[in-house]
Each structure stands twice: as structure tokens, then as C-alpha cells.
């Protein structure tokens, strides 16, 4: 059974940072496209960023370009979000996906991804 499970998320004030992990199990994704979205209450889900299978050229939300950063260690099968300069906008639920795919050229389409994970609560206080 393949399984997304993130962690690293909590409660922090603004200009705080936090890193989000996402451990992947049931099947290897070192060959795969993967990414963060995130849905805030009353909003719909987002795109946040994603990563190629060898981590080279990811994309980003323009809401969050130059403050997050996305990688990952396939030989550890997991990926991570460095969020920096958080803000109370960033506060969200944040998902974990993964595409059977190597590539796509519509990374930031939630279509792109098949496999995501229960999400991690992230909070931004003013």
C-alpha cells in the first residue's frame, strides 16, 4: 500500500520558518514527479511547489517563490519544504503528492499527481 506521510508542520509566528518532510512508503518515487499543495479554510487547494525526479528546475507558486524552498532524497524516498519568512497567509493544511509520472507540463495541475498524503496543519500568527 503506498503511503504519503507528512510531517513537520505546528503553529508559529510570522518571519518564522518550518520544514515540512513528506515520507514516501509502499513503492519508490526516486523516478517520479512530486510536490506540496495546501488548502486554507474556506479556500480552495493550491499549488505550492513540485519537483522533478532529479530535483533540477522546480516550480513554484508565485505566492511563495523566494521564501520556499522544495527538495528531496530519493535514496530516502522523501522530499521536503523549507518555508522561510512565513506569513499568516501561508496558514493551511499541507498535502504531500506524487505522480506516476516522471514529468509533467502541467506540474502545478492537481491532475498531475495520483498518490497524496493526509496533510500537515501549518499555522501562521500575526
Known amino acids: 500500500q503506498v503511503q504519503l506521510v507528512e510531517s513537520g508542520g505546528g503553529l508559529v509566528q510570522a518571519g518564522d520558518s518550518l520544514r515540512l518532510s513528506c515520507a514516501a512508503s509502499?513503492?519508490?518515487?526516486?523516478?517520479?514527479?512530486m510536490g506540496w499543495f495546501r488548502q486554507a479554510p474556506g479556500k480552495e487547494r493550491e499549488f505550492v511547489a513540485a519537483i522533478s525526479w532529479s530535483g533540477g528546475r522546480p516550480t513554484y507558486a508565485d505566492s511563495v517563490k523566494g521564501r520556499f524552498s522544495i527538495s528531496r532524497d530519493n535514496a530516502k524516498n522523501t522530499m521536503f519544504l523549507q518555508m522561510n519568512s512565513l506569513k499568516p497567509e501561508d496558514t493551511a493544511v499541507y498535502y504531500c503528492?506524487?505522480?506516476?509520472?516522471?514529468?509533467?507540463?502541467?506540474?502545478?495541475?492537481?491532475?498531475?499527481?495520483?498518490?497524496w498524503g493526509q496533510g500537515t496543519q501549518v499555522t501562521v500568527s500575526s
Open positions: 509502499g513503492r519508490t518515487f526516486r523516478n517520479n514527479l
Open positions: 503528492v506524487a505522480s506516476i509520472s516522471t514529468y509533467s507540463n502541467l506540474p502545478a495541475s492537481a491532475s498531475a499527481y495520483r498518490y
